[in-house]
Each structure stands twice: as structure tokens, then as C-alpha cells.
């Protein structure tokens, strides 16, 4: 009888491999064909490999044209979940790290690193005419957040901007200043996402949320201020909150 037991076993787990690897030898340029996925924010420029080893090529106006290639764990999809290890990159940026999916919702992004070039961080900026010099690096950062529950249980990692020249408006002139290296550490409270931003001497100069509601955060302090070289009106400590801007994201 547990012979028996064992045997069904067996043969259960030797299907479900089976379909498994069918599932991720799947040709990706067929996939996307039958797919068919209208509306996306990006153009596809051009798809191949597997489902298990996928080569992707987008194009869209901020990032220009962008490869993204990963790698799917066959073993981890045989327990419902999805893991990847995946690498990005364009002119002017580029990232690698890990990225898994959990039945209970959480998605997980595991040592993740990225180069952000500072002609990519200008082109949003453009508008509000501020130009700023230093590139943005993301340094081995980890972030568990559940889609379901909107929570963030984890979080660790650096950002960290070289720091450099600054222009902005200021009424009818504009004005520069030369900022040193400021540093954003990642960590989490109570679901939610923190972040700190400090100066390389550890002098805090803003700090930033996202709560489980959907709500971003960030607070500039009076140090910031004091560092790009303004007048301040009102007597305030350099710790003090001058003010905070919140914004809906989800």
C-alpha cells in the first residue's frame, strides 16, 4: 500500500516536471504572439528566447531603447512561486538582481544594483528647468512588499547620488549651487517603505515614506537648504521640516 502511495507520488511529480519544463522551453517570441498585449506603455522592439531564458526589447521616449534578459528557477515554479534573476540596460542606465513572486502576494526584489546615468535623471526635470550633474546608483537593495495588503515587511539597501553642480529657476534668474554626495538608506516600519536622506557625514537632509494607503511622502529640512546656500525667513533648527509634498501612487 505505501508502495503504492509512493508510486502515485512519483508519478504526480514527474508530470507536473514534465509540464513544467514544457511551460519554460516555450518559445518567448510565440508567447508574446498569442498574448497579443495591446496598450503597453513601451514599444517592442523585438522578443526572443524561452519563457525559462528571455531576451526583450523595448523603446519608450524617456528610457530609449532598453534590454532586459532573465532567468527563470524551473525549480521554484514547481512550489507556485516565480524567481528570476534579471539584468537591464539601456545608454544610460542599467540594473541586475533578483526579482520573485509568491502565491501570498509578496513580491520580492533581492539584491538589486543600478546605474542611473545624469542625463537620464535631467529629462523629467527639463520642465521644471533644473539640471543637475552626478549619476544615481542604487546599491544592494532588498524589498519584500505583499500586492494584496499594499505593505512593505521589508526593505534594506544605499541610493546614493555622487553629488555636483545644480541649476534651478529662482524668479526671473537662475541659480546653481554645489551639493556634496547625499545618501538615501532604505529600510522599513510598520509596513511601510522609509527612506533617509543624508550627506556623506551623516547629517540628515530629508526623509521619505510610502504608507500602506498608497501615499508618498518627502520632507525637505531646513539643512537642505542651508547646503544649497538660500536665505530662510523664519528661525528654524537645521532638523526642522520646512516642508512636505504627498502624493498618491497606488
Known amino acids: 500500500m505505501a508502495e503504492a502511495k509512493s508510486s502515485r507520488k512519483l508519478v504526480v511529480v ?81 540594473g541586475k538582481g533578483n526579482v520573485s ?12 544594483s543600478a546605474y542611473v546615468d545624469a542625463a537620464l535623471i535631467n529629462k523629467p526635470l527639463r520642465s521644471q528647468k533644473v539640471n543637475v550633474n552626478g549619476d544615481l546608483e542604487l546599491i544592494q537593495t532588498n524589498i519584500v512588499f505583499n500586492m494584496k495588503e499594499k505593505i512593505t515587511s521589508f526593505a534594506s539597501g544605499r541610493l546614493v547620488w555622487a553629488g555636483g553642480d545644480v541649476q534651478y529657476p ?10 556634496p554626495m547625499l545618501i538615501a538608506d532604505i529600510s ?28 508618498a511622502s518627502i520632507a525637505i529640512q531646513k539643512r537642505m537648504i542651508d547646503l544649497v546656500g538660500e536665505p530662510w525667513p523664519n528661525k528654524a533648527s537645521a532638523d526642522s521640516v520646512i516642508f512636505e509634498v504627498s502624493e498618491k501612487v497606488f
Open 14 to 94: 514527474s508530470i507536473l516536471a514534465y509540464f513544467v519544463f514544457l511551460l519554460v522551453m516555450f518559445p518567448l517570441n510565440i508567447a508574446y504572439k498569442l498574448i497579443d498585449p495591446k496598450g503597453l506603455p513601451v514599444q517592442v522592439v523585438s522578443v526572443s528566447g524561452t519563457l525559462w531564458d528571455g531576451h526583450l526589447v523595448i523603446k519608450q521616449s524617456l528610457i530609449g531603447q532598453t534590454q532586459l534578459d532573465w532567468t527563470l528557477s524551473p525549480m521554484a515554479l514547481l512550489t507556485g512561486e516565480v524567481n528570476s534573476q534579471f539584468s537591464v540596460k539601456s545608454a544610460q542606465f542599467e
Open 101 to 112: 513572486l509568491a502565491m501570498n502576494g509578496d513580491i520580492a526584489l533581492n539584491q538589486v
Open 170 to 179: 529662482k524668479g526671473r534668474s537662475k541659480k546653481s549651487a554645489n551639493l
Open 188 to 215: 522599513s516600519l510598520n509596513g511601510e517603505l522609509l527612506a533617509q536622506v543624508h550627506t556623506d557625514d551623516g547629517l540628515n537632509v530629508a526623509k521619505g515614506n510610502l504608507k500602506a494607503d498608497g501615499w
